[in-house]
């Protein structure tokens, strides 16, 4: 009879990064544990159907039909969305997901983007590849104001990387009253967020895709913008109306934008948004960072070991039930 698995990692990677590095991540730290990679769709059916523990970026009908005895899947993801939480609640499955993993990398990206065009770096790289020695003027971040949509771990990190820079920074989240590291926090409703809109300089999108977000910045939010505000849009496409930017953009209501995820998505080649000057495009890869594996074993190996120690223990990063 074969040694029970405390852990199964399904084949599944992410960023270009080989699964294996996960799986041996999660190794180092369960070193008294069973953690077992499943490398083929045969090895995944089979080995899921006695599996309690299973970890993954994703995980298909067909592959949930045949987890017999699935307890706890730990998403690889922040996102869960695309997974069958309906099912899996029924079933009584625990579900996690990776919160927090992609804090530093994303903070650090929102930072560049601002200050790409704060000193208006695009510029000068137009510029040099036309070898064209002529100033330019810029603009200094210090004394602007920097509205984050969305205060969870993304948009801590945000405001944290912030700080140094002398900005005011205004916080929207669901529930204003918790507060947060912004020196104000506004909420979706009333005129708190038309107030945050009109005094914002740059607008950092750090929020997931729910009911209230989709189309949150519409043509009534670029118009009430200033001409001087940037976008940064590094939560989900459809947070953003794309026609109503491509709009902004042409009537110069905005200054510019910063887009690392975009509806549709992938962009299509022929899409206007390719061809603003203002408009920085980055493929979905804000999330991307060497330490990604890393920082997700240190959650999932911390689950699995309060999973083995009670089966009915919370679990950090806890979504569903």
């Not at 330019?136 to 771990?153: H, M, N, P």
Request: proline share 6%.
């Amino acid at each position: 009879m074969s040694t029970p698995t405390d852990v199964l990692v399904l084949r599944k990677g992410t960023h270009g990064m080989p699964v294996e590095r996960y799986a041996g991540a999660l190794r180092d730290r369960l070193p008294d544990g069973t953690v077992e990679l499943a490398r083929t769709p045969t090895a995944e059916r089979d080995r899921i159907r006695d599996a309690r523990f299973v970890t993954g970026m994703t995980l298909e009908d067909g592959l949930l039909e045949a987890a017999e005895n699935l307890e706890v899947f730990a998403c690889a993801y922040a996102g869960t969305g695309h997974l069958p939480l309906e099912e899996l609640e029924e079933r009584g499955v625990a579900v996690t997901n990776a919160s927090g993993v992609h804090g530093p990398n994303i903070g650090e990206h929102v930072l560049g983007a601002i200050l790409r065009f704060t000193r208006r770096f695009h510029v000068g790289a137009r510029q040099q590849r036309r070898r064209k020695w002529r100033h330019y003027q810029a603009e200094e971040l210090q004394g602007s104001t920097v509205t984050i949509v969305g205060l969870g771990a993304i948009g801590e990190s945000v405001a944290d990387r912030l700080e140094p820079f002398g900005v005011e920074t205004i916080g929207v989240r669901y529930t204003p009253e918790k507060g947060g590291p912004t020196d104000e926090v506004v909420g979706f409703e009333g005129g708190g967020f038309e107030d945050a809109l009109a005094r914002t300089d740059y607008l950092v999108l750090a929020c997931p895709l729910t009911e209230t977000t989709r189309g949150l910045i519409d043509r009534e939010a670029f118009v009430t913008m200033d001409p001087g505000a940037v976008l940064v849009n590094v939560a989900r496409g459809p947070v953003v109306d794309t026609d109503a930017l491509v709009e902004a953009l042409r009537s110069s209501w905005i200054r510019g934008a910063s887009l690392d995820v975009t509806d549709p998505e992938p962009l299509p080649e022929d899409h206007p948004l390719w061809t603003f000057e203002n408009v920085q495009i980055t493929p979905h890869n804000a999330g991307h960072t060497p330490e990604y594996y890393e920082r997700l074993a240190d959650i999932v190996a911390e689950n699995a070991r309060r999973f083995a120690d009670d089966p009915d223990a919370a679990l950090e990063n806890q979504v569903r039930p």
